[in-house]
């Protein structure tokens, strides 16, 4: 009879067992999810469910994560973005604490900090880079890959590294001197390297890349630059808005259809003595200016898909491509020779005959290119410029709003400076 009750015994211990590990186990090692906290993401949760809740933190992995995000100047990062203070004694405390860092740096570093649809208050388009974070910080530790993981994230380009190593020079320069100038620009360079983490990583080879802030673009066709030029962007208070947005078609002498905000702000109270000199006339309710050397779109328009009415164009007023402080547009993007350009990349695109024969006519004509050409609108006061840093004036003072999400304190807000003259153009 005792080994009969020995067995039974032992096998209502089983029981209890399998029972309370169903139940989640009181006893195992276990991350208890009450730990986590009500707050705790979707991505911390998938990052235990995918262990079975089961702990990730043992003493090497913790080491190797904080020395990770103890680097995370070298990003023009502050560490106590993601680690502040002491981690927490209590076990379920310091793993949710680890993981939670890991997760948001990771993040950070593969895809920004900052979202920058609401840093700016302002449209958003350009192609970000995915990252599945639980799932590769679940593969790092298991294979004990942690620093190495982390460091295949950021961007691994000469440009970010440049930039970085530039933020770690002005940030030492400011310590030891004290600069007033060597701060302002590590900080410039910060918030740049935030910009270049918003991008994808794998951009398309064949693109148009407009930097808004130091008014130029640059043409790349199979990975190689084809091309450079100036531009003239939006002014302040009509900035040219961070779009990602192809060409799909060249206009040659384009009809402009003169936007209602233009209309409204500069055009209403004009006299139609002073409309008909421009070129301009109603259709259809609608002002309009029709082909001719005063069209503010020259003779070239390119046509972009957008929600935002941004495209590239030519325009009558050539000498504002020699200035230095290009921003005076009304948000399009005005392209230098832009009939060469059209030229350029009709020929690249096999339509160069159809394309010139528009031309010919004198009259507003449309030419589809074969392949659509992905231009990116980006606003960039820092970037890497024939193997130099190059940083420029914060014309629109985005970098202070990206400062601040950064977590750097917030300086006065600048006056915008309207450009004088009466160009009405796009």
Known sequence: MRVHDCLGKTVALALLSVSLSACGNLFSDQVDAKALGAGASDEVRAFYEARQW??????????????????????????????????PKDRDEREAALTRAALRYASALATGYSDPKKVNSEVYTVKRPKLDAAAGLNRALEGGKLADWFATLAPQTDEYRALSQEFVRYTRLNGSRGSAEAGERARQIAVNLERLRWLERNPPATRIDVNTAAAFLEYRRDGALRDRRNVVVGQPDWETPQLGSPIFQLVAHPIWRVPESILEDELKEKSPAYLAAQGMEWRDDRLVQLPGPKNSLGQVKFDMRNDQAIYLHDTPAKTLFGRTE??????????????????????????????????????????????????????RTAFLDNGKVRLVDDAYGWDDDLAYALGYVRKPPRPKVKQEGDDVGP
């Open 54 to 87: 089961q702990p990730a933190w043992d003493g090497g992995a913790e080491k190797q994560l904080v020395e990770v995000i103890d680097g995370a100047g070298a990003h023009g990062l502050n560490r106590d973005l993601f680690m502040k203070g002491e981690i």
């Open 326 to 379: 290009r921003h005076r547009s009304h948000g399009c993007v005005r392209v230098q020779d832009a009939i060469g350009f059209a030229l350029l990349l009709a020929h690249d695109d096999g339509i160069l005959i159809d394309f010139q024969e528009a031309l010919t006519k004198g009259e507003e004509s449309f030419v589809k290119l074969k392949s659509e050409v992905p231009v990116r609108l980006m606003y």
